[in-house]
């Protein structure tokens, strides 16, 4: 069974350096969730370059994601104001996918995708992860 564990703000930036290390050059997928237009796919099979937090501007925070095969050929995904991170580790211990959310209301999920195209949940990520965030409302 998986399970989804909240990543302390102070431990964002260490966090996200060890996650960028640990995934970089993994496919990814990323999606973006908004109470407007719902689930939103910004990317798929995109190696992960990685992400990077700033904190250096009060009310201008950003995490940002970078996706890509070279400096030249990337795209990118901010974050802006987040206030929580989420990570989703499948039972025996692998992580299975990252949530982001912002002040806005709007998460992000980067979920990490196997070579055959499968992400490591088997589908379960976005349902771990909505009933993390159902739980500590």
Do not use: C, Y
């Not at 960028?20 to 969730?33: A, I, Q, Y």
């Not at 802006?80 to 709007?106: C, F």
């Amino acid at each position: 069974m998986s399970k989804t564990r909240e990543i302390p703000r102070q431990e964002w930036p260490g966090f996200l350096d060890a996650f960028s290390r640990s995934h970089e050059g993994d496919d990814v997928r990323t999606e973006v969730f908004g109470r407007d237009f719902g689930a939103q796919e910004e990317s798929e099979h995109l190696p992960l370059m990685g992400i990077t937090a700033d904190f250096k501007d009060v009310g201008g925070e950003r995490i940002t994601i970078a996706l890509g095969r070279s400096p030249e050929d990337h795209v990118s995904h901010a974050v802006v104001r987040p206030t929580r991170i989420l990570l989703l580790e499948h039972d025996d211990g692998a992580d299975e996918a990252l949530e982001i959310e912002s002040a806005d209301g709007a998460p992000t999920l980067l979920r990490l995708v196997s070579r055959d195209g499968a992400g490591p949940a088997g589908g379960s990520a976005d349902r771990k992860l909505e009933g993390a965030r159902s739980n500590s409302r």
